[in-house]
């Protein structure tokens, strides 16, 4: 979760990374273990939903850009 140092400097595991989003957010995220293996497993990309956003983000700046 931590290895780019952008949540809790590093020292933090997937438990804590979801309680602090159904926290953050007021949702269960219910057997994020079973989910996160899931994703694991996924052939193809394994990231889909952040895929997208990257894609809508890029598209977006492009658009501002050639305004």
């Known amino acids: 979760m931590g290895s780019v140092g952008c949540f809790n400097n590093v020292n933090t595991n997937i438990k804590e990374f979801a309680e602090y989003i159904e926290t953050v957010f007021n949702i269960n995220l219910?057997?994020?273990?079973h989910t996160f293996f899931e994703i694991r497993?996924?052939?193809g990309s394994r990231i889909l939903f952040l895929d997208k956003l990257i894609k809508?983000?890029?598209e977006r700046m492009d658009g501002?850009?050639?305004k």
């Open 56 to 58: 809508l983000l890029e």
């Open 64 to 66: 501002l850009d050639n």
């Open 41 to 43: 497993e996924r052939k």
């Open 30 to 33: 219910g057997d994020f273990y």
